[in-house]
């Protein structure tokens, strides 16, 4: 059996998780925060992103009806969360619907997962299965800390140019704004989550695994929205990247 981590070594390691596969070195990324991107790039960006995020606040309700009893303030933080997607006043996917038709798309295109790519809904997938099958600190380590912890650093470096470049009012980039904000709570309480509950080394593998293979998705998605979209326009060589 291998060495078990104290706190500080597995935030360190699951930190390292991520950053060998952030989403903010996807060419579609790069592209957005360098103002490359048409409005019609991010309005396909919308119709896909409805089905990563709009289903998130199913996935919690799975990995909180599976939480023990006794972890009460695992499981608030769930209810929590669930709550800020879905009945705040500020709900996160009206928010990211503005933003869609301020790009040229519409709710019913979002809405309809006929408009979302094969990558994107194996991401989808990919996030219910976590949810409904993994231990539910796995869980929480693959959906809140492998992937919702990575959104204010991936918004900080893209909204800017949102106003900047393509003149979207704050209105109309509130969705970003809000998730800068509130994901990094999220994030930050989920790994508490799992620093506080995963104290077995084979939890802790369980644990490491899944949030690379979570950061890992996002990366795959979004750089499967340059291939399909992106990518017979902007070619690699312009964002600095190898062809």
Known sequence: ?????????????LETAIRGNTANASPFSLAWASGKLSRAHLARWCENH???????AEYLAYVYARLPAEMEEAKDFMLQN?????LAADRHTDLLIRFGEACGTTGERMKNIENANATTRALQ??????????DPIVAIAGLVVGLESQVPS?????????????????????????????????????????LEHARTYELQQKCLKICEVGA?????????????????EIPLTELGLAA
Not at 50 to 56: K, L, M, R, S
Not at 125 to 134: F, H, I, K, L, V
Not at 216 to 232: A, E, F, I, K, P
Request: proline share 3%.
């Open 82 to 86: 669930m709550y800020e997607e879905e």
């Open 50 to 56: 409805y089905h990563y995020v709009g289903p998130f």
């Open 154 to 194: 991936i918004y900080r470096k893209q909204t800017p140019t949102l106003r900047e470049k393509y003149g979207f009012t704050d209105e109309e980039v509130e969705f970003f704004d809000l998730h800068i904000v509130s994901d990094e709570i999220h994030g930050e309480r989920g790994y508490q989550i799992v």
């Open 125 to 134: 997938a990919w996030c219910y299965s976590t949810a409904m099958r993994e």
């Open 216 to 232: 890992q998705m996002r990366l795959l998605y979004t750089t499967s929205l340059y291939n399909d979209y992106v990518g017979s």
């Open 1 to 13: 059996m291998g060495k078990v981590l104290n706190p500080d070594e597995l935030r360190t390691a």
